[in-house]
């Protein structure tokens, strides 16, 4: 069951995990001070992000077993929105952040309608393909609308950095915190609260015997489509003020949302939120430590050992294989 | 129809072979005849890169069309071959050019098996992700280890390819030792799909399992192919080395992984033709459309500017070809050439028959 909560305290891996992510939290701490503590916060930042983009991950792969190379760029998308309507046209930021997070959860909607729908019981290298086809397209299209240079978004509320015990921090990032935080929880009463949400854990299980109780599984591939390009958008959006978004930042966000994804767990919700503040404060801390060229390395390198040793990530229970 | 087409390939593979090398081999025979004003391009030229793309294209269509394992990292070993010769002949000034494109290919091969080995258990997305994961890695240490590869300025001024003295030092030489090369590895293609291990890796397509159960060494399988697939796509990148005369973290990055795996889609996924058909679809469609209005008046210029909307076609490709034509172009030219064929067979009859009719 993907996306139900597996039992945590039984869990001795995630319990090690943890222990030995804690340890080195403390030791960067104590041995950078203040520098170690700007190193963990910015990570924080980052890995709100990784987060929401790895649950958007989840929300697809545990629907429709596709993973969605196009995950980045609703990101990006969401970020090149943001700038349209609040730096050019001009709309209070909050009315902003609804349409674009509106309008790439439509456009995710649409691609769902017009592609994945076509291919269902299609090989996994035909969706992989398809989803690439569709991420270059976005970025391509990015690329048209909004040109090749970054484009700026002011902070939701002021610029002036606060420090707290000698590290700076930006007020967005407070912002950051806050809405993953509630997209987070939204997310959760979704899916344990209302009957559609119920009805996707269902299909995330089993689809056929979801489908045999009256769950339809179009409509659950539409909504997971939907939301999890809601997801993207909004992570692009909140992270704009901080890393302006480009035509061409989707990619990596995608690849770390991914590689965030797949730690926790792939199809997993709080495996995608421990799996990305984890690699965003470790990565933070590698960036610190190591020359910067070899920062955007260590997401990889994460994702590939993962894969490797354990595929089902921190969280997640192996899958069964049928022949 | 399916006598025709069936992935096994058949005797008519080598009859197709011979043509297309007499056709490609006169090429630059031809090709300079025509005048520049009526071209507007240079065919051999692009031709050397479609061939040079070509090989890594060719083993790939092994490794995804065939054995059914997909790859988004296969610019790494062409940038590994490209980054071994460059760095072996600029280093060594003795160092024969000839030896590097095949040290190239061996260094590709041992990386691709060492990478292979733990990275081929995993299946269909987890192996998309990791083989991508690895190409991002790839290319991060190509403008990071400058100490070797000179980081993101690249290494200038590599020689030419020479063998025992002759250079090939014009693109018409460098044409044929692209070329021969490409129709040698397209003849190994052809007789790797008909062998034992061919039909492996059809059976490897269809079911892990059931290839496992009916006696494949799967995993060795797997292995082996990919280990091919990287040492051609390494000897590619040796000869763009050679050619460009120059390399630089940019030419391998995932773009380029996704333009070789668009040329096997679009040409055709296990078909013996695809990884050829898609490769010259996909090198000539740029000139083809920048050369577009000097053959018809009257073409906007927004049409000709192939950059501005070359993702987006590319894009589009991809998921129109997958939806609508998994099987690709070569697919495609195979069953209109039968239609065409039986149709004539057909016309055939009738007057046959007319004949006969008026006859009586």
Request: proline share 3%; aromatic share 10%.
């Amino acid at each position: 069951m993907a996306l139900d909560s597996n039992k945590w305290a039984e869990n001795k891996l995630l319990w090690s995990a943890l222990a030995i992510f804690a340890l080195v939290v403390v030791l960067t701490v104590s041995l950078n001070g203040s520098k170690g503590l700007q190193w963990i916060l910015s990570g924080l930042v980052v890995g709100s992000i990784y987060s929401l983009i790895a649950m958007g991950f989840s929300v697809i792969y545990s629907s429709t077993r596709v993973i969605n190379f196009a995950q980045g760029e609703f990101s990006m998308l969401g970020g090149m929105l943001m700038y349209t309507f609040a730096t050019k046209a001009h709309v209070s930021i909050w009315l902003s952040f609804v349409l674009s997070v509106l309008v790439v959860a439509l456009i995710g909607a649409a691609f769902e309608q017009t592609a994945i729908y076509k291919l269902r019981g299609s090989s996994v290298i035909t969706v992989i393909i398809v989803t690439i086809g569709f991420s270059i397209f976005l970025k391509a299209i990015a690329k048209w609308i909004w040109g090749t240079d970054p484009v700026k978004i002011a902070p939701f509320t002021g610029e002036k950095a606060i420090t707290i015990f000698k590290a700076a921090i930006v007020p967005q990032s407070f912002w950051v915190f806050g809405l993953t935080v509630l997209a987070v929880a939204a997310l959760f009463l979704f899916f344990s609260r209302t009957l559609v949400g119920k009805g996707m854990r269902a299909a995330a299980a089993n689809s056929d015997a979801a489908s045999l109780v009256g769950v339809s599984t179009n409509t659950t591939s539409l909504i997971a489509w939907t939301l999890a390009a809601g997801l993207g958008a909004a992570a692009g959006i909140i992270i704009g003020p901080i890393t302006p978004p480009s035509f061409s930042s989707g990619l990596m966000l995608g690849l770390k949302g991914f590689s965030a994804a797949v730690l926790g767990g792939l199809g997993n919700i709080q495996g995608a939120v421990v799996g990305g503040l984890m690699l965003g404060v470790l990565e933070n801390i590698i960036a610190g430590v190591l020359p910067t060229g070899y920062k955007e390395a260590f997401a990889f390198l994460v994702l590939i050992l993962v894969l490797l040793i354990r595929p089902q990530g921190l969280l997640g229970k192996p899958e069964d294989v049928k022949v | 129809m399916e006598r025709y087409l069936k992935p096994a390939g058949n005797k008519r593979d080598y009859r197709v072979l011979l043509i297309v090398s007499l056709v490609i081999l006169t090429v630059p025979l031809w090709a300079r005849l025509i005048p520049g004003e009526v071209l507007h391009m240079d065919i051999v030229n692009i031709m050397v890169l479609t061939g040079i793309y070509a090989c890594a294209v060719l083993g790939l269509n092994l490794l995804v069309g065939y054995a059914g394992q997909i790859s988004l990292g296969h610019a790494a070993f062409f940038g590994i071959g490209a980054y071994t010769t460059a760095i072996l002949t600029t280093r060594l000034h003795w160092f024969p050019s000839w030896l590097g494109i095949l040290l190239a290919m061996v260094v590709a091969g041992v990386i691709g098996y060492l990478v292979g080995v733990p990275v081929l258990r995993l299946k269909g997305n987890y192996l998309a992700m990791a083989t991508l994961g690895l190409g991002a890695i790839a290319s991060i240490l190509f403008s990071q280890v400058k100490w070797l590869t000179n980081g993101n300025e690249g290494i200038m001024g590599i020689r030419y390819l020479s063998i025992f003295g002759f250079k090939f030092d014009s693109d018409i030489k460098f044409y044929f030792a692209v070329w021969v090369l490409v129709l040698l590895i397209m003849l190994f293609s052809i007789n790797t799909v008909r062998s034992r291990v061919g039909r492996a890796l059809r059976a490897l397509h269809s079911s892990e399992v059931a290839a496992d159960a009916m006696g494949v060494n799967t995993g060795s399988v797997k292995t082996r192919v990919f280990v091919l697939s990287a040492a051609l796509a390494g000897l590619g990148g040796a000869l763009f080395a050679h050619y460009e005369q120059f390399v630089s973290p940019e030419s391998f990055v995932f773009s380029i992984s996704i333009l070789f795996i668009t040329m096997v889609v679009v040409g055709g996924m296990g078909n013996i033709w695809g990884g050829l058909v898609g490769v010259l679809f996909l090198s000539f469609l740029p000139p083809v459309i920048q050369a577009l209005p000097q053959w018809i008046p009257g073409i906007p210029s927004s049409v000709t500017n192939f950059s501005n909307y070359e993702l987006v076609l590319y894009g589009l490709l991809l998921i129109v070809f997958m939806i609508f034509m998994p099987r690709g172009i070569a697919y495609g030219l195979a069953r209109g050439a039968q239609m065409a064929s039986r149709g004539a067979k057909h016309v055939g009859e009738r007057l046959q028959a007319r004949k006969y009719e008026e006859h009586k």
